[in-house]
């Protein structure tokens, strides 16, 4: 077998085994969502009065709304997950070791990208199955279409966590620092609330939201849910992605971290 795949699957499954050991962090993943799925869009849905949400329009619930923020909830905080991991590697020593191997750095680095990014899609694939067991269901063709969109989303919250793991020296500072990015990110984001209905009270949120690049990665999960398709939201999305995946390469570079390959 080629190194390449070797390194992939055994990156990713070291991955997977990591996640299935730590049962706290499918559960903790699966329960923040819920709880502004069930407990939390009542009040928003009383305080917006949301019942039109335009592009679609069609009647739908604040519930039914929130559903894709929600997914996108799930990857973002999996995607600092994963940044957290990277930085405590690098503390014990697996992650020099792992960098030091004789495969590019680019591809060593994308296998813990498609390992973040899988179980990623899979949690929320978790919490949609659970939220269609409390009636809140999507299109059934969007199951489907949405994978794409998911996966594009996961690798992009994916590479600003390895961006993040590369300019975090220490784990004490991680929790710092995820406060700083994850907050900001979804609350200034459409997730829980239209962009439109942004514009009407402040033009500023309105212009900082549509900026922020998981306002983008929201839309296009919440297109594909709805069997559509949203090609600006792809763009940026995938315009986000190459600047921090380009951004992550530069902070692992060998002149940069003082790891250097052996031979």
Same mark, same amino acid.
């Given at each position: 077998m080629s190194p390449y795949l070797t390194s992939l699957r055994a990156i990713v499954t070291r991955e997977a085994l990591r996640f299935i050991h730590q049962r706290e962090r499918f559960i903790a993943?699966?329960?923040?969502? $819920?709880?502004?799925?069930?407990?939390?869009?009542? *009040?928003?849905?009383?305080? +917006?009065?949301? %019942?039109?949400? /335009?592009?679609?329009?069609?009647?739908?619930?604040?519930?039914?709304?929130?559903?894709?923020?929600?997914?996108?909830?799930?990857?973002?905080?999996?995607?600092?997950?994963?940044? $957290?991991?990277?930085?405590?590697?690098?503390?014990? *020593?697996?992650?020099?070791? +792992?960098?030091? %191997?004789?495969? /590019?750095?680019?591809?060593?680095l994308f296998c813990k990208l498609v390992g973040s990014t899988s179980i990623s899609v899979l949690q929320a694939y978790a919490f949609l199955a659970i939220a269609a067991a409390f009636g809140i269901s999507m299109p059934a063709v969007g199951y489907i279409t949405a994978l794409p969109a998911l996966v594009v989303a996961g690798v992009m919250l994916g590479a600003l966590g390895l961006l993040l793991s590369s300019l975090i020296k220490q784990l004490e500072n991680f929790a710092g620092v995820m406060n700083f990015v994850i907050f900001p990110m979804f609350f200034l984001s459409s997730a829980l609330y239209p962009l439109w209905k942004m514009a009407e009270?402040?033009?500023?949120?309105?212009?900082?939201?549509?900026?922020?690049?998981?306002?983008?990665?929201?839309?296009?999960?919440?297109?594909?849910?709805?069997?559509?398709?949203?090609?600006?939201?792809?763009?940026?999305?995938?315009?986000?992605?190459?600047?921090?995946?380009?951004?992550?390469?530069?902070?692992?570079?060998p002149a940069r971290t003082g790891i250097s390959r052996k031979g």
């Amino acid at each position: 077998m080629s190194p390449y795949l070797t390194s992939l699957r055994a990156i990713v499954t070291r991955e997977a085994l990591r996640f299935i050991h730590q049962r706290e962090r499918f559960i903790a993943a699966l329960v923040r969502p $819920l709880i502004w799925l069930l407990v939390f869009a009542a *009040g928003f849905r009383a305080a +917006l009065g949301l %019942s039109i949400i /335009p592009p679609y329009q069609t009647y739908i619930t604040y519930e039914t709304y929130i559903v894709p923020g929600l997914c996108g909830m799930i990857l973002l905080f999996n995607g600092m997950q994963s940044s $957290l991991s990277l930085v405590y590697d690098r503390e014990m *020593g697996s992650m020099k070791l +792992l960098l030091t %191997s004789p495969l /590019p750095r680019w591809w060593l680095l994308f296998c813990k990208l498609v390992g973040s990014t899988s179980i990623s899609v899979l949690q929320a694939y978790a919490f949609l199955a659970i939220a269609a067991a409390f009636g809140i269901s999507m299109p059934a063709v969007g199951y489907i279409t949405a994978l794409p969109a998911l996966v594009v989303a996961g690798v992009m919250l994916g590479a600003l966590g390895l961006l993040l793991s590369s300019l975090i020296k220490q784990l004490e500072n991680f929790a710092g620092v995820m406060n700083f990015v994850i907050f900001p990110m979804f609350f200034l984001s459409s997730a829980l609330y239209p962009l439109w209905k942004m514009a009407e009270s402040s033009e500023l949120l309105f212009t900082i939201c549509a900026l922020n690049p998981f306002t983008q990665a929201v839309e296009l999960i919440r297109f594909a849910l709805y069997a559509s398709f949203n090609g600006s939201a792809l763009f940026w999305t995938l315009a986000a992605t190459a600047a921090f995946t380009t951004a992550a390469l530069w902070g692992y570079n060998p002149a940069r971290t003082g790891i250097s390959r052996k031979g």
